[in-house]
């Protein structure tokens, strides 16, 4: 009988949950049935009644399942630190985002920037052009997607710069990764991983979610551009 964990995700953990399913299949006959979303979209999904075995979110955003009783305390696991990051079009100039003052420069010389509206990454983003003084002309000509890869913008030559978590720019090809946002500027997001509470798979659930935290998994987290 095909058996299946049926997994939530946020979508910094895509490019790590795709590497990881064909080889945790492999080992324990489980197949992992993964969708992926920002954070903010998976949370109204789950207030909204929609199933799952296994959640993956912010941190923020779990501790509000568990609060909420959808998730079960005992069960979560925190899985990787992930950092914003800045990418191009392949090929392309890369700017000097080193220090504060080159990020603003950098970012006003753009033709366009795109940002997530609701992911991590885009409230990050909003909240530091605001600290930079530069959020009016930055949103004149941005480029804001709703959810998404921003990374896509740049293929299609809609934006110069692309903001989004750097396990998320790299699962866009294309593109080349400047780096992070100086970290003095940016607090990293952490990801965790619990059991829903109504999941009538307790113990597939568990067994994944020691798998997903175990060292094994530690370097395709850092491949996939997420720090174990």
Same mark, same amino acid.
């Given at each position: 009988?095909?058996?299946?964990?049926r997994? *939530?995700?946020?979508? =910094?953990l895509?490019?790590?949950?795709?590497? *990881?399913?064909?080889q945790?299949?492999?080992?324990?006959g489980?197949r992992?049935?993964?969708?992926f979303?920002?954070?903010?979209?998976?949370?109204?999904?789950?207030?909204?009644?929609?199933? =799952?075995?296994?959640?993956?979110?912010?941190?923020e955003g779990?501790?509000?399942?568990i609060?909420?009783?959808?998730?079960?305390?005992?069960?979560?696991?925190?899985?990787?630190?992930?950092y914003?990051? +800045?990418a191009?079009?392949?090929?392309?100039?890369?700017?000097?985002?080193?220090?504060?003052? =080159?990020?603003?420069?950098?970012?006003?010389?753009?033709?366009?920037?795109?940002?997530?509206? +609701?992911?991590?990454?885009?409230?990050?983003f909003a909240?530091?052009?605001?600290? *930079?003084?530069?959020?009016?002309?930055i949103?004149?000509?941005?480029?804001?997607?709703?959810?998404?890869?921003?990374?896509?913008?740049?293929?299609?030559?809609?934006?110069?710069?692309a +903001?989004?978590?750097i396990?998320?720019?790299?699962?866009?090809?294309?593109i080349d990764?400047?780096?992070?946002?100086?970290?003095?500027?940016?607090?990293?997001?952490?990801?965790?991983?619990g059991?829903?509470?109504?999941?009538?798979?307790?113990?597939l659930?568990?067994?994944?979610?020691?798998?997903?935290?175990?060292?094994?998994v530690?370097?395709?987290?850092?491949?996939?551009?997420?720090e174990?």
């Amino acid at each position: 009988m095909d058996q299946a964990v049926r997994v *939530l995700s946020t979508l =910094a953990l895509k490019g790590a949950v795709h590497n *990881l399913a064909g080889q945790y299949e492999a080992a324990s006959g489980i197949r992992i049935d993964a969708d992926f979303a920002p954070t903010l979209a998976l949370l109204e999904r789950l207030r909204g009644g929609e199933g =799952a075995d296994v959640v993956i979110l912010t941190r923020e955003g779990l501790d509000d399942m568990i609060r909420e009783r959808r998730v079960v305390a005992g069960s979560c696991v925190d899985l990787a630190r992930s950092y914003v990051g +800045i990418a191009v079009k392949a090929g392309a100039a890369h700017p000097d985002i080193a220090t504060g003052p =080159a990020l603003r420069t950098a970012l006003l010389a753009a033709r366009s920037v795109a940002y997530s509206r +609701i992911g991590a990454s885009g409230i990050l983003f909003a909240q530091l052009i605001e600290r *930079l003084g530069i959020a009016s002309e930055i949103n004149a000509r941005a480029t804001i997607i709703p959810q998404g890869f921003t990374a896509e913008r740049l293929v299609t030559g809609e934006a110069d710069l692309a +903001i989004q978590q750097i396990s998320e720019l790299k699962q866009v090809g294309g593109i080349d990764v400047v780096g992070p946002i100086p970290r003095e500027l940016q607090t990293p997001a952490v990801f965790s991983a619990g059991r829903m509470a109504a999941s009538s798979l307790t113990e597939l659930s568990d067994r994944l979610l020691r798998f997903l935290a175990s060292g094994e998994v530690a370097p395709v987290l850092r491949a996939s551009g997420l720090e174990p």
